[in-house]
């Protein structure tokens, strides 16, 4: 079988999260900016796309040189196996990005780089004009860093983060897969209490269910591998079933989602429905100050609405210190929250014990983490 060098490509600050699901799947990794690489065959491309949870795309690395002239670019390009992929009807449309390289023309470098490969395959086929692109996608994009030139063919079609459940979503929604990020980055395990009390459309109690249900998120999506004539067409499938015996159907999760939006609360719950996790979520309509509980070290993750997404800068400064006072007498809790507000910790009325770095999209955001005095488990006689 084949074996490919292969990369998952994630936001800026998740790359390790990546690296350290890699590892956990068996793979071994080299993580470098926004990037993971790793070796593997048609199965462990299914693999990846299935069950990454923070990972943006799985690529295939089909070629790396140097060039600092459109003549190198054109030769180098044309001198890859790019028949041992793309079938004669292939569509395969090239996207582009140039940084700190001496081709700087990113229109220009996808033009010259999509010339090539139809030039190599118009001869491997024995073909005169314009080839088809009435096939499968094979989406393929030229990365120049430093006039080093890196050609890769995505796997996985539209971006991982595509789950498939959420059909509707609020005004600032966060990405499924840095929902998950946000997930793996607290100390929760699926036998503690989990509670978010911004939940807007549900995605971060429903990265959480599928997370503690060992439920892979490329359950049931489809990706742009499936269709391609070369590849393995029961890797997916295989994968799949695997997946769905993986499941830990006796698990019964205790996660909480209340926003003060009831319109909100209703299209969590349909999104939890089609994630196949709404009994293991309960979502209510609810203040952020009436939450009280009993329970012990639980996790709290919150992405609440910060000055540049839906509240104004006072509102959400007033948000922050409600958040700081009703949480305060929680002290087995650890909660973890999300803003772009660098002065958040002075409205929230507690020093973190923890801050990371996260872009949120294009946004930057820092990650305060504020960890509960761990109760200790009672011993019974």
């Known amino acids: 079988m084949h074996q490919y060098q292969l990369v998952a490509t994630a936001a800026a600050g998740i790359e390790a999260l990546v690296g350290k699901e890699l590892k956990d799947l068996g793979y071994e990794c080299q993580v470098e900016n926004g990037k993971a690489f790793f070796k593997g065959t048609d199965m462990d491309i299914a693999k990846t796309n299935i069950w990454l949870r923070t990972a943006d795309r799985i690529k295939i690395v089909f070629g790396n040189f140097t060039a600092t002239t459109f003549d190198q670019l054109f030769e180098q390009t044309k001198a890859l196996p790019w028949e041992d992929i793309l079938p004669v009807d292939a569509e395969f449309p090239v996207s582009g990005k140039s940084v700190k390289s001496t081709l700087y023309s990113v229109p220009n470098c996808q033009s010259i780089v999509k010339k090539a490969i139809v030039t190599r395959l118009s001869d491997a086929y024995s073909r005169r004009g314009q080839l088809p692109e009435t096939g499968a996608l094979y989406p393929i994009e030229v990365a120049i860093l430093k006039d080093v030139v890196s050609l890769t063919i995505d796997t996985s079609g539209t971006s991982l983060f595509k789950r498939g459940y959420r059909t509707e979503k609020g005004g600032a929604p966060l990405k499924e897969n840095m929902a998950a990020s946000l997930v793996k980055l607290?100390?929760?395990?699926?036998?503690?209490?989990?509670?978010?009390?911004?939940?807007?459309?549900?995605?971060?109690?429903?990265?959480?269910?599928?997370?503690?249900?060992?439920?892979?998120?490329?359950?049931?999506?489809?990706?742009?591998?499936?269709?391609?004539?070369?590849?393995?067409?029961?890797?997916?499938?295989?994968?799949?079933?695997?997946?769905?015996?993986?499941?830990?159907?006796?698990?019964?999760?205790?996660?909480?989602?209340?926003?003060?939006?009831?319109?909100?609360?209703?299209i969590a719950k349909r999104n939890a429905e089609k994630a196949g996790v709404a009994d293991q979520i309960v979502f209510k309509q609810m203040q952020l100050s009436d939450f009280k509980t009993n329970k012990d070290n639980g996790v709290i993750v919150a992405n609440p609405p910060y000055g540049d997404r839906l509240l104004s800068e006072e509102q959400a400064q007033a948000l922050y210190a409600q958040m700081g006072a009703t949480y305060k007498p929680l002290t087995t809790w650890s909660k973890y929250i999300l803003t772009s507000d660098l002065a958040f910790e002075t409205h929230y009325g507690q020093r973190a014990t923890k801050k990371r770095k996260l872009y949120n999209g294009a946004i930057r955001t820092d990650l305060f983490q504020f960890w509960g005095k761990r109760t200790p488990r009672k011993i019974e006689n």
């Open 186 to 266: 607290t100390n929760w395990y699926p036998d503690k209490p989990f509670y978010d009390p911004v939940c807007g459309s549900g995605t971060i109690p429903i990265e959480a269910a599928l997370i503690g249900k060992n439920i892979a998120p490329g359950l049931n999506r489809t990706f742009a591998a499936q269709e391609w004539t070369f590849f393995d067409s029961k890797a997916f499938p295989t994968v799949k079933d695997e997946a769905r015996k993986a499941i830990k159907e006796d698990v019964q999760l205790d996660i909480l989602g209340t926003d003060i939006d009831g319109s909100m609360i209703e």
